[in-house]
Structure formats: structure tokens, C-alpha cells
């Protein structure tokens, strides 16, 4: 889908997020600035996470979680340097688990996702328009 603002962004996102069940992984690929922290925004509030929390790139934490009608875990490796400092956290038990996990520049560290991880990925076409392909079955379908 084409997105014109970071509103319809977030509305792909939260009706991606209506198509969710527990344990499903959720990978955000495309360049800084292309919207996929926007994009967890919307699939927070389609999730049902409070107004109040605020999401934003988990920097420091490398996850954050987020509680809604199910778990919301978030993930962003842009910083990570090596798939090692990924362990010990017990990432197979966020993917096995209760919720939803997004990980935003998941293709730095292919492998690390299990096979059944939905892509979504990101262009930047002009200052505001981005294109966002979400796989088939998961998206909004409009003739
Ligand atoms: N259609 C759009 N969708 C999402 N973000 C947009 C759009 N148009 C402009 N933007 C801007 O692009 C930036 C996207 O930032 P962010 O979501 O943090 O990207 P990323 O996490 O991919 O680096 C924001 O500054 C936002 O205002
Ligand atoms: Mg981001």
C-alpha cells in the first residue's frame, strides 16, 4: 500500500494487528526514517496498548514491552553489534510466547527470526509517501 502520513501508516499497522494471534513474530525491514517505529505505534493501538505509553524506539533496553489485549514486545537491533548480545535474553520465549513480537531492522541479523516471521517491509518514496508491503492475507484488501 501506498502511505501519504504517518496516520495511514499507523492504520496499516493496526489493521495488520487484527490479524494477530499469540506467538506471532512480526519483521519491520526498510531504511531509517521509512516508518517503522510509526508502524509499531499503530500496532500498539491496535493492540489495544493504553494512549499513555509511550512508544518509542527501545534504545537502551533493546526490548520493550508493552501490555495490551495481548503482549506487545518490541524490538529494535539497530545498534546491535553482534547476535551474541542477544543472549540471555530469551528471545525464543518472547517468540513462543503470550504475545506479539515486532523487531525493526530484523534483516541485520537474518537467522535470528524463526521461519514463520511476517515481513513488512518499508520505502521511502518522497518526504512524506511511503510505500509499505505487508504479505498477502495480512493487509487491508480493497479492489
Ligand atoms: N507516510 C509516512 N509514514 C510514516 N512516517 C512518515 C510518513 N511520511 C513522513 N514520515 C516521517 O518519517 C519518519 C519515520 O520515522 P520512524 O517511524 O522513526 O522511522 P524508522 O523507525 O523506520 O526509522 C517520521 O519523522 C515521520 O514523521
Ligand atoms: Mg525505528
Given at each position: 500500500?501506498?502511505s501519504r502520513s504517518?496516520?495511514?501508516?499507523?492504520?496499516?499497522a493496526?489493521?495488520?494487528?487484527?490479524?494477530?494471534?499469540?506467538g506471532?513474530?512480526?519483521?519491520?525491514?526498510?531504511?531509517l526514517?521509512?516508518?517503522?517505529?510509526?508502524?509499531?505505534?499503530?500496532?500498539?493501538?491496535g493492540?489495544?496498548v493504553?494512549?499513555?505509553?509511550?512508544?518509542?524506539?527501545?534504545?537502551?533496553?533493546?526490548?520493550?514491552?508493552?501490555?495490551?489485549?495481548?503482549?506487545?514486545?518490541?524490538?529494535?537491533?539497530?545498534?546491535?553489534?553482534?547476535?551474541r548480545?542477544?543472549?540471555?535474553?530469551?528471545?525464543?520465549?518472547y517468540?513462543?510466547?503470550?504475545?506479539?513480537?515486532?523487531?525493526?531492522?530484523?534483516?541485520?541479523?537474518?537467522?535470528?527470526?524463526?521461519?514463520?516471521?511476517?515481513?513488512?517491509?518499508?520505502?521511502?518514496?518522497?518526504?512524506t509517501?511511503?510505500e509499505?508491503?505487508?504479505?498477502?492475507?495480512?493487509?487491508?484488501?480493497?479492489?
Open positions: 500500500m501506498i504517518i496516520e495511514e501508516t499507523q492504520k496499516c493496526s489493521d495488520l494487528a487484527r490479524r494477530l494471534k499469540p506471532d513474530v512480526v519483521a519491520l525491514v526498510g531504511d526514517g521509512a516508518g517503522k517505529t510509526a508502524f509499531v505505534q499503530g500496532l500498539a493501538k493492540l489495544g493504553p494512549k499513555d505509553a509511550y512508544v518509542r524506539s527501545p534504545t537502551f533496553t533493546l526490548i520493550a514491552e508493552y501490555s495490551g489485549r495481548m503482549p506487545l514486545y518490541h524490538l529494535d537491533l539497530y545498534r546491535l553489534r553482534d547476535a548480545e542477544l543472549d540471555g535474553l530469551g528471545l525464543e520465549e517468540f513462543d510466547g503470550r504475545g506479539i513480537t515486532v523487531v525493526e531492522w530484523a534483516d541485520r541479523f537474518p537467522g535470528i527470526l524463526p521461519e514463520r516471521t511476517i515481513t513488512v517491509s518499508f520505502s521511502i518514496v518522497d518526504e509517501t511511503r509499505i508491503v505487508v504479505p498477502a492475507g495480512y493487509g487491508t484488501h480493497r479492489p
